[in-house]
T-cell receptor
């Protein structure tokens, strides 16, 4: 079973706009992580948020976590064409992934 | 550091053949894992290891074997390849299995079984 499920499955925006992706999970977590995957490449870690944190920032990334709703969101501000990729959430150490959100940022 | 390396990058097998996908990390990471990714799907966990000599099954272990004789290496063996094993395989490692640490992924091995 997949612990993380991302929503929407696909998102297309213009450069400069903000992109928001959501993640829902099923069981209790110690932490939740977001990863990016460029086409045909391995996953790259973006940010980790612990279960006792509600919000975390890293550059243009903002992640929120709501453990009562078992959900997280990833916000990318002022998007760039280079942000075009698939984004995945996963929890704890034995990471299980959803199908991801495919973000397309149009120049 | 080279990080997580995987060989080969591409492989074509015939049904019934066996092969080993290699994975190595030079970061002295305790935790290592193997995933497969099929088109339009997320990554599914095949096997994982929390340290040398210790391995366990993930979501989709059938048809695959692993061993962890050293901290650095975590090879994945396909015993008798089937077309359903056509996929991209990723190896990953993390500092600790206690959680709270990012995972580092290799570049992947693209396997086709005909």
């Amino acid at each position: 079973s997949q612990q993380g499920e991302e929503d929407p499955q696909a998102l297309s925006i213009q450069e400069g706009e903000n992109a928001t992706m959501n993640c829902s999970y099923k069981t209790s977590i110690n932490n939740l992580q977001w990863y990016r995957q460029n086409s045909g490449r391995g996953l790259v870690h973006l940010i980790l948020i612990r279960s006792n944190e509600r919000e975390k920032h890293s550059g243009r990334l903002r992640v929120t976590l709501d453990t009562s709703k078992k959900s997280s969101s990833l916000l990318i501000t002022a998007s760039r064409a280079a942000d075009t990729a698939s984004y995945f959430c996963a929890s704890n150490y034995k990471l299980t992934f959803g199908k991801g959100t495919l973000l397309t940022v149009n120049p | 550091n080279a990080g997580v390396t995987q060989t080969p990058k591409f492989q074509v097998l015939k049904t019934g053949q066996s092969m080993t996908l290699q994975c190595a990390q030079d970061m002295n990471h305790e935790y290592m894992s193997w995933y497969r990714q099929d088109p339009g799907m997320g990554l599914r966990l095949i096997h994982y290891s929390v340290g040398a000599g210790i391995t366990d099954q993930g979501e989709v272990p059938n048809g695959y074997n692993v061993s962890r004789s050293t901290t650095e290496d975590f090879p994945l063996r396909l015993l008798s390849a089937a077309p359903s094993q056509t996929s991209v395989y990723f190896c990953a490692s993390s500092y600790s299995s206690s959680g709270g640490y990012e995972q580092y992924f290799g570049p992947g091995t693209r396997l086709t079984v005909t």
